[in-house]
C-alpha cells in the first residue's frame, strides 16, 4: 500500500489543523494505520495509531485530549485533527500502515508503509 500524507503547513499556536493520509495500491481495511512525527535533531515518535476496524485508538500523552485520530476505509484515507496545537507539536508527521501488535502499537518498527511526510510548523 503507497501512502500520501497532506495538510500540513504554518499555524499559530492554539491553532488548529487536519492531516490527511490517503492510500492507494491496496486497501488500508486491513491495516492498523498511524501516525508519527519527528522534529529536527529528534527521532521519530509515536502521535496516534487506530485499528483497521476504528475500535481501538491509542494517543501519545503529550496530544492525548488535543488530538483525535479517525478513517474512513471506504475512501481508503485516515485523519489527525489536531487542536490546540502547540509550539513543540513542530515535526515532520509521517502517516504509516502495518499490523502491529498491541505492545508494538507505537513502534516505528512495527509499520511497514510509510508516507512521504508533511511539515508542520506551529508558531508562538
Known amino acids: 500500500v503507497q501512502l500520501q500524507a497532506s495538510g500540513g503547513g504554518l499555524v499559530q499556536a492554539r491553532g488548529s489543523l487536519r492531516l490527511s493520509c490517503a492510500a492507494s495500491g491496496r486497501t488500508m481495511s486491513s491495516y492498523t494505520m498511524g501516525w508519527f512525527r519527528q522534529a529536527a535533531g529528534e527521532e521519530r515518535e509515536f502521535v496516534a495509531g487506530?485499528?483497521?476496524?476504528?475500535?481501538?485508538?491509542n494517543f501519545a500523552d503529550s496530544v492525548k485530549g488535543r488530538f483525535t485520530i479517525s478513517r474512513d476505509n471506504a475512501q481508503n484515507t485516515m485523519y489527525l485533527q489536531m487542536n490546540s496545537l502547540k509550539p513543540e507539536d513542530t515535526a515532520v508527521y509521517y502517516c504509516a500502515a502495518g499490523n502491529p501488535i498491541i505492545s508494538t502499537f507505537t513502534l516505528p518498527s512495527a509499520y511497514k508503509n510509510w508516507g512521504q511526510g508533511t511539515q508542520v510548523t506551529v508558531s508562538s
Open positions: 487506530i485499528r483497521w476496524s476504528g475500535g481501538y485508538t
